[in-house]
């Protein structure tokens, strides 16, 4: 059954880089997609983006110009960085499992399973 | 965008009692919803895909229907462990994916 591991920095300054990497344990990589989703008190669950193995990304329009996603298929992993991060970003970050692709088209692309969290708080 | 809307955002329900949750698109998802049950300091975990279809390992007492617009979830008879906050999820339409605000089940 596949697992996700995560991890990163859980502490941050306004207007630094937040970076955080996934692992995908005992399942296949390639073919899906792969996202990150926050969590916070005053926005609730937001999506941010995904990317696929061979690194096509989408982006949430409201994070794109501060998001990179990116992936390292040789590790079964895929990262976030967030640049230029407030206090508005604070927030618990998890990846998680999404769709694949079937006949051209992206497909039973909800999500699960998910990692287990990043609390990433971001404070002078 | 498609806003998600799910009501009521506390439901007080007693053990071995029926709960109904909602959840409203701003438009037309087809059955592209998602539910999903989250307890303190766990992730989300998934209960039904497709509105209807219940997840791997997710008992006979969780339900959904509904499409287009409007979808609910069901709990035939509430156990001890189903009290959580619910969020449904719209994969219809993106970027982006939106999730809805929550209903948080309480005992009553």
């Known amino acids: 059954q596949v697992q996700l591991q995560q991890w990163g920095a859980g502490l941050l300054k306004p207007s630094e880089t937040l970076s955080l990497t996934c692992a995908v344990y005992?399942?296949?990589?390639?073919?899906?997609?792969w996202s990150w989703i926050r969590q916070s008190p005053g926005r609730g669950l937001e999506w941010i983006g995904e990317?696929?193995?061979?690194?096509?990304?989408t982006y949430n329009p409201s994070l794109k110009s501060r998001v990179t996603i990116s992936t390292d298929t040789s590790r079964n992993q895929f990262s976030l960085e967030m640049k230029s991060v407030t206090v508005a970003d604070t927030a618990v970050y998890y990846c998680?499992?999404?769709?694949?692709?079937?006949?051209?088209?992206?497909?039973?692309?909800?999500?699960?399973?998910w990692g287990q969290g990043t609390l990433v708080t971001v404070s002078s | 965008e498609v806003v998600m809307t799910q009501s009521p955002a506390t439901l007080s329900v007693s053990p071995g009692e029926r709960a109904t949750l909602s959840c409203r698109a701003s438009?037309?998802?087809?059955?592209?919803l998602a539910w999903y049950q989250q307890k303190p300091g766990l992730a989300p975990r998934l209960l039904i895909y497709?509105?209807?279809t219940r997840a791997t390992g997710i008992p006979a007492r969780f339900s959904g229907s509904g499409s287009g617009i409007e979808f609910s979830l069901t709990i035939s008879s509430l156990q001890s462990e189903d009290f959580a906050i619910y969020y449904c999820?719209?994969?219809?339409?993106?970027?982006?994916?939106?999730f809805g605000q929550g209903t948080k089940l309480e005992v009553k």
């Open positions: 998680a499992r999404g769709g694949f692709v079937v006949a051209g088209n992206l497909e039973y692309n909800w999500f699960d399973p």
């Open positions: 005992r399942g296949s990589f390639s073919g899906f997609y």
């Open positions: 990317i696929n193995h061979s690194g096509s990304t």
């Open positions: 438009q037309s998802i087809s059955s592209n």
């Open positions: 497709g509105a209807s």
């Open positions: 999820l719209q994969y219809d339409n993106w970027p982006p994916y939106t």
